[in-house]
């Protein structure tokens, strides 16, 4: 039996499908989520804190309506990594995220071009009317990427209570331009 998260939107960009997670994602999610590549993002963890993850990516669509969106390349099933709407309950505000899982995925824009997609639907679906991004002061590509979609450090605004709690964690906000400075 496959479960899938009926009636949750498919999104497509020139060269990538961004749709809900399926079982069949969860391999790739934890050998990334196991690796040194997970460290921006809570990582590296083992099965339990793996498993634990993805069920919070799996269930922010079944609790808001909304999350990540697993990017795959057009014609392809395998999941490249995530992207998309996230707000866990206690997070000041809504966010922008994105994650790329497979290394041979990396440097080719599909993040940049997932991100934007998901901002979109964001803003036209989901009506918000802000958005930022949590990106650790260390990742560089990250920081790259949200100034390359226009978002601007905001260092006024809240972080997430795990970046506010522990002082090895320094997360920077990147607001996102409003949806009226987009079009």
């Not at 994602?25 to 690796?35: I, L, N, Q, R, T």
């Not at 000041?92 to 991100?115: D, H, L, N, Q, S």
């Given at each position: 039996?496959?479960?899938?998260?009926?009636?949750?939107?498919?999104?497509?960009?020139?060269?990538?499908?961004?749709?809900?997670?399926?079982?069949?994602?969860?391999?790739?999610?934890?050998?990334?989520?196991?690796?040194?590549?997970?460290?921006?993002?809570?990582?590296?963890?083992?099965?339990?804190?793996?498993?634990?993850?993805?069920?919070?990516?799996?269930?922010?669509?079944?609790?808001?309506?909304?999350?990540?969106?697993?990017?795959?390349?057009?014609?392809?099933?395998?999941?490249?990594?995530?992207?998309?709407?996230?707000?866990?309950?206690?997070?000041?505000?809504?966010?922008?995220?994105?994650?790329?899982?497979?290394?041979?995925?990396?440097?080719?824009?599909?993040?940049?071009?997932?991100?934007?997609?998901?901002?979109?639907?964001?803003?036209?679906?989901?009506?918000?009317?802000?958005?930022?991004?949590?990106?650790?002061?260390?990742?560089?590509?990250?920081?790259?990427?949200?100034?390359?979609?226009?978002?601007?450090?905001?260092?006024?605004?809240?972080?997430?209570p795990h970046s506010a709690e522990d002082p090895a964690i320094d997360d920077l906000v990147f607001r996102h331009p409003a949806p009226e400075a987009l079009r």
């Amino acid at each position: 039996m496959t479960v899938t998260l009926t009636g949750a939107p498919v999104l497509e960009t020139e060269r990538l499908t961004l749709r809900a997670p399926e079982p069949a994602d969860y391999p790739v999610w934890e050998a990334f989520y196991g690796s040194p590549r997970a460290r921006y993002i809570g990582g590296p963890g083992g099965v339990r804190a793996a498993w634990r993850g993805f069920c919070h990516v799996a269930g922010m669509w079944a609790l808001r309506g909304y999350g990540s969106f697993i990017l795959c390349e057009k014609g392809s099933n395998a999941a490249l990594g995530m992207v998309g709407p996230w707000h866990p309950a206690d997070w000041p505000e809504r966010e922008i995220g994105w994650t790329i899982w497979v290394p041979e995925a990396e440097g080719k824009g599909f993040a940049y071009e997932a991100a934007l997609a998901s901002r979109a639907y964001a803003y036209d679906v989901l009506g918000w009317d802000t958005a930022v991004s949590y990106i650790n002061s260390e990742n560089a590509r990250s920081i790259a990427l949200a100034e390359r979609m226009g978002a601007r450090r905001d260092p006024g605004a809240a972080v997430p209570p795990h970046s506010a709690e522990d002082p090895a964690i320094d997360d920077l906000v990147f607001r996102h331009p409003a949806p009226e400075a987009l079009r």
